[in-house]
Every structure is written in structure tokens, then in C-alpha cells.
């Protein structure tokens, strides 16, 4: 049988743990596996584009499981009521093929998405960074803010967004959840004047100048997120010339990040040598150090191994039947009605 997690049980999962407790170990989580980095047959996602979005499918496989995810990117859902991004996930045993789970990933697609982002700047940001600014108040935005609080001592948000009433709703959820400084700028300049760390995770579909080189100050750490499929960027080419520039996975990264606007030669650093200590990561408290961060397959399998294991040790989810099971496993026509008649005729004869 195959583990189902629906969006109830993994709610069931964040809240039984805690957010930020979540966060937290799912942080270390992936950090262990980025450390396993060569064990991974890794590609980059296949990604199906149309005028108004993205749908993707996302695979990666150690010697002992096989994980995928299905995921969107519409930035018009929110007009009929439909989130920007929905997905899901398989993970499976190499050795037989067997489903053991079958996950919801649009609210873990956020919690993996905070962590890693989290763990990179861990690597990256001057160890005395207190001010987030986060651009883009949607749907990821709480998690990135719970994630820097809890994981790099973050202890002010500037945040800002185009649409105030998403800003409403991030302010009013951390003001509840969280002892952190919220301050609501006027602009992304505002916002990230004198920050020490910057995200940026907007939705629009295009090439969007979400940060300037003119705002870029030194010793600042950037992580940009939203700018994660091919003609969708949120910053200024000139920007990433004031960096030191960090990627998930370049062959997928070249494609769909940041760097796809600068010469294919450009240099970038994959984050799994900086956590292995084979390159370094910021090299001076004034280095500007970016993180290029699209999102890959690996984190997806983290998520999807940790939700495996602390649902089975707390009887979370529900078993069912994806995998037809079987007495004679080369006998699948008996399951049909029609089998089912043969065998009982059979009986009778």
C-alpha cells in the first residue's frame, strides 16, 4: 500500500511539529543531502510553457528512492481562485519501482522552498544579519520571514508588495506568530535600504527589474526566488556583475535563473561545494553574495523522505491501494469483472 498525504494530513504534520520546528529540521534535512550531492543522477526539470504559465515535472534518484514532483506556474490563478503554484509528489524504492508515497507539495513546495533558502544564506550572509527586506508578499512570503527568524536570527522584515492587500495579509499573520520587527516600506528601495539580507520572490511573468544595481550595498546577501523558468527574471542584469553568485544546479539554473541574462561564461558557484568547503562562500563582510535559486528536484526528495518518516512514526495519512495488489503478479485482467467471472466459472467447473 501506498501512503497518501493530503493537504489535511500535512497540515496535521506542520502544526503537530511547529513551523518554525519544521522548518528547522527540514533545513537540516537538505543540507545532509546537499552533502550526498554526488550520490544523486540528477537532470533538470521538463518543463511544459504556454502564454499564460508553466507546468513541470521535476525527477531525481539516489541507489535507494526515486522522487518527482508535478508542479505549475500560473500567475493569473489568483483571479479565479486558484493558487499561483499546486503540486505533488511521488517517492518511490529504486529497486522495485514500488509508490511508497504520494504527497500534497504546494504548501511543502513553500516550507522547502524557506528552508533552503534558509540554509543558503547560512552559508553565505554575514553571520550578523539581522534585517530581511521581502519583496513579494504572496503565498512563500510568511515562510521565508518564520525561516530567517528562526534560523539566522532575523529580528526585523521590511516588507513590500504591489498589492497592499497582500502586504495586509503577510503583516497580519506575523504580527500574530511572531516577535519580529514589521515594517511596511513604500517601495523596494525603501525596503531594502540598509537591509542585510534580501529576498525577492514575486509572481509576474516577464523580465521584471524587482532590484537595481543602485540599491545593491555592500555586504548584502541576496536571495532571489521568484525568477525560477525561462523569461522570468525579478533583477537587473547589472546586478549580478556586484555579486558572487550562487546556484542550485547550473545546467537547469543557466536556463531558468537569473544568470540566463548574462553570457553563458559567467562565473557561478553550486551551493553543494560551498557546504562541502571544496570552494568558499562570501569571502569579505563587504563581498555582495547572491543566491540564484530556481528550485531543484533534490529539495523536493528532502521534503518528501522527511514527510515519509515523520508520518509513518505518527500514523499520519492514509494507506491506499495506487499499486494494484495482486495473488498472481503476472495476473492483472483479474481484477476486471470479466476475470472475476472466468475464475468463479473456473471454480464451478
Not at 544568470?259 to 551551493?271: K, M, S, T
Not at 568558499?280 to 563587504?286: L, Q, T, W
Request: glycine share 8%.
Amino acid at each position: 500500500m501506498t501512503r497518501f498525504i493530503d493537504v489535511h494530513s500535512l497540515v496535521r504534520l506542520v502544526d503537530e511539529t511547529g513551523v518554525a520546528e519544521f522548518l528547522a529540521a527540514l533545513s537540516d534535512a537538505l543540507r545532509d543531502d546537499f552533502l550526498r550531492w554526488r550520490e544523486f543522477d540528477k537532470k533538470a526539470r521538463v518543463a511544459s510553457h504556454s502564454h499564460l504559465g508553466v507546468i513541470e515535472l521535476m525527477p531525481v534518484a539516489d541507489d535507494g528512492a526515486y522522487a518527482f514532483k508535478y508542479v505549475n506556474g500560473h500567475p493569473h490563478n489568483t483571479q479565479v481562485g486558484l493558487p499561483t503554484v499546486m503540486a505533488f509528489g511521488v517517492l518511490a524504492e529504486v529497486d522495485t519501482g514500488y509508490p511508497v508515497l504520494l504527497s500534497e507539495l504546494t504548501l511543502t513546495t513553500a516550507l522547502r522552498t524557506a528552508a533552503t533558502s534558509a540554509m543558503a544564506a547560512k552559508a553565505l550572509a554575514r553571520p550578523d544579519s539581522r534585517s530581511l527586506a521581502l519583496i513579494g508578499n504572496g503565498s512563500q512570503s510568511e515562510f521565508q520571514a518564520l525561516a530567517f527568524h528562526a534560523l539566522l536570527g532575523i529580528e526585523e522584515v521590511r516588507v513590500f508588495d504591489t498589492d497592499p492587500h497582500a502586504t495586509d495579509k503577510l503583516v497580519r499573520h506575523l504580527s500574530a506568530c511572531t516577535p519580529l520587527d514589521i515594517v511596511r516600506a513604500a517601495s523596494v528601495a525603501e525596503a531594502v535600504r540598509g537591509a542585510d539580507i534580501v529576498t525577492t520572490i514575486t509572481a509576474y511573468q516577464g523580465h521584471a527589474t524587482v532590484l537595481t544595481p543602485e540599491m545593491i550595498e555592500p555586504g548584502m546577501h541576496i536571495n532571489a526566488v521568484g525568477g525560477d523558468s525561462p523569461g522570468k527574471t525579478e533583477l537587473h542584469p547589472g546586478v549580478m556583475g556586484l555579486a558572487r553568485v550562487f546556484v542550485e544546479y547550473e545546467p537547469q539554473t543557466r536556463v531558468e535563473g537569473e544568470i540566463q541574462q548574462v553570457a553563458a561564461d559567467f562565473p557561478v558557484h553550486e551551493l553543494w561545494r560551498v557546504l562541502l568547503g571544496e570552494v568558499p562562500g562570501r569571502e569579505s563582510p563587504r563581498q555582495v553574495t547572491l543566491f540564484d535559486s530556481v528550485g531543484f528536484a533534490l529539495e523536493d526528495y528532502t521534503a518528501l523522505r522527511y514527510i515519509q518518516r515523520i508520518a509513518t512514526e505518527r500514523g499520519i495519512g492514509q494507506q491506499i491501494a495506487l499499486v494494484p495488489e495482486l495473488d498472481d503478479p503476472k495476473d492483472l485482467f483479474g481484477l476486471t469483472a470479466s476475470g472475476r467471472r472466468r475464475a468463479v466459472l473456473r471454480r464451478a467447473a
